[in-house]
């Protein structure tokens, strides 16, 4: 399989996705009413975007880039890494001549985009795959597009919302009393550059979701893991699905005592 940390399938630059089922807490303008927040929540998003697509544009016409070839070659995406694959590989290639039967896997954020994708082709392998889903409605719908592409397959689908302890431990739990093995985990799930909100636990959600949750979650689920390599003797794998952006953090690393500050 892949080394930690590698991308199984990349699904594009595109803008991030910012929906979330989260309440909107705006703390700047107290007493706003949902409406108010809603419209000033899309104008932010489309002039985000606005910045985002001008930027790469400048980026384009500067690099004289033509083709997404060109762009993942600039971005050093085609670059491999000592796995022999490279952030453009897909998941196809990356477990080409798998035959995984034998494994069990959870994939968080599996009811879309590249967790989507790592369920899919997991279970082409033959892995029994566990989706850890915020939408029960979405994985559940994947999950019989795969299962007519692939009769076998051996797929479930579990609730999971990694923006609060309660429900990360509720899932934890349930797959535990399971007694399902679990060779691999992927922490899948994420969110981006979303306005500024706060998760039911009272942490900004970016960082409630794409690291406090999935730190818990994998804490959670360690025990089980490492059982399952005692006994199997196939040694387990954590995957933590991240960005390149990490490069470009704050002056002095993550801020800590600022993360519910609104203005940062
Ligand atoms: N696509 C890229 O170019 C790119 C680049 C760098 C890093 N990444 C990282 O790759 C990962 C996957 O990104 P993607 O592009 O596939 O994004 P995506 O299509 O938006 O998928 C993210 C998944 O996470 C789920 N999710 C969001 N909040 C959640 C929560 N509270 N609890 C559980 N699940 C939650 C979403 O569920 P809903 O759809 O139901 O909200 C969705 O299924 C993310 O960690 C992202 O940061 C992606």
Redesign the pocket.
């Known amino acids: 399989m892949s080394q930690p940390g590698t991308?199984l399938s990349?699904?594009?630059?595109?803008p991030?996705?910012s929906?979330?089922?989260?309440t909107y807490v705006d703390p700047t303008r107290p007493g706003s009413r949902p409406g108010q927040v809603e419209s000033a929540r899309a104008e932010v998003e489309s002039v985000r975007q606005l910045l985002a697509s001008a930027f790469l544009q400048s980026i384009y016409r500067r690099y004289n880039i033509a083709s997404l070839t060109q762009e993942r070659k600039m971005w050093g995406l085609s670059r491999k890494g000592v796995s022999g694959f490279s952030s453009s590989s897909t998941a196809l290639q990356v477990t080409q001549g798998i035959h995984a039967t034998a494994l069990t896997a959870i994939v968080?954020?599996?009811?879309?985009?590249?967790?989507?994708?790592t369920a899919r082709v997991l279970a082409l392998r033959g892995v029994h795959v566990i989706m850890?889903?915020?939408?029960m409605i979405?994985?559940n719908n994947l999950k019989k597009s795969i299962l007519k592409e692939i009769p076998t397959a051996k797929v479930d689908v579990m609730k999971?919302?990694?923006?609060?302890m309660v429900?990360v431990q509720n899932f934890a739990t349930e797959f535990n009393s399971t007694r399902l093995p679990l060779n691999i985990l992927i922490?899948?799930?994420?969110?981006?550059a979303v306005p500024f909100m706060l998760?039911t636990d009272n942490v900004e959600?970016q960082f409630?979701?794409?690291y406090l949750?999935h730190f818990h979650l994998t804490n959670l689920l360690l025990d089980n893991m490492k059982k399952t390599t005692g006994e199997s003797k196939v040694k387990g794998r954590i995957v933590n699905?991240?960005?390149?952006?990490h490069r470009f953090t704050y002056h002095g690393g993550i801020h800590f005592e600022k993360i519910n500050d609104p203005l940062r």
């Open positions: 991308i990349h699904v594009g630059l595109g991030y996705r929906e979330s089922t989260q968080t954020g599996a009811s879309s985009g590249i967790g989507a994708e850890g889903v915020i939408d979405d994985a999971l919302d990694l923006s609060s429900s922490n899948n799930a994420g969110i981006c998760s959600l409630a979701i794409n949750g699905v991240s960005s390149t952006g």
